[in-house]
């Protein structure tokens, strides 16, 4: 990576429930780039996609500074994001941006050094 | 997603310590790629970035069943891989998998059931 700071990163795990909207792949797309930015994170790459059947959406945000991803469960209003960031990049700044995008009723944040 | 079971899935942080060839980006979208076959996982496609400042690289296989990726410190001797599968994959056989590869020295496992 690009960073040699110890630890390497902070991985926050971002359990949204009651969320709405999680079978829209480009706004999902939209709003995990924003997280991005409002974290200070420079994006090498996106890939997204959404399931025919239950309209879930499965897609990763490559970083220079690690990745973000989100998996949707429209039926059960459930998304699981991931953000882990190295460097400068302030993860907590991601994670509130796709809460608020989101608006879940109940969400989790669980950190994680990486590394140490 | 294409499954619905209850939790989404199991995310498994695997952090290696000592392990080599880290600057390797196709070998190590090929270790992911097998891995993701060993967990009885289906890839949708797959992104590979390197660093040329350290050789770092930051990777991602996305999945119908979620996603692996992995983050590398050359200079450190340190990979942060994660494998987050839902459904009836294995996460467990993707890790084995991806530790025989890379051989570390140290490795350690933080497993967190997501949607739970």
Not at 1 to 6: K, V
Not at 27 to 53: Q, Y
Not at 60 to 72: E, F, P, Q
Not at 99 to 107: G, H, K
């Given at each position: 990576?690009?960073?040699?700071?110890?630890?390497?990163?902070l991985h926050i795990l971002?359990?949204?429930?009651?969320?709405?909207?999680?079978?829209?792949?480009?706004?999902?797309?939209?709003?995990?780039?924003?997280?991005?930015?409002?974290?200070?994170?420079?994006?090498?790459?996106?890939?997204?996609?959404?399931?025919?059947?239950?309209?879930?959406?499965?897609?990763?945000?490559?970083?220079?500074?690690?990745?973000?991803?989100?998996?949707?469960?429209?039926?059960?209003?459930?998304?699981?994001?991931?953000?882990f960031?190295?460097?400068?990049?302030?993860?907590?700044?991601?994670?509130?941006?796709?809460?608020?995008?989101?608006?879940?009723?109940?969400?989790?944040?669980t950190r994680i050094a990486r590394?140490s």
């Open positions: 990576m690009t960073h040699s700071a110890h630890p390497p990163g971002l359990d949204l429930h009651g969320a709405r909207d999680l079978d829209d792949a480009a706004r999902l797309e939209s709003i995990l780039r924003a997280a991005a930015r409002a974290a200070g994170a420079r994006v090498l790459g996106a890939r997204f996609h959404r399931f025919g059947d239950t309209g879930g959406v499965t897609g990763v945000v490559l970083l220079a500074d690690s990745h973000i991803t989100v998996h949707t469960w429209p039926e059960l209003g459930f998304a699981a994001v991931d953000v960031l190295c460097g400068a990049a302030q993860p907590d700044l991601a994670c509130d941006h796709v809460e608020r995008a989101l608006s879940p009723t109940r969400a989790t944040r590394g």
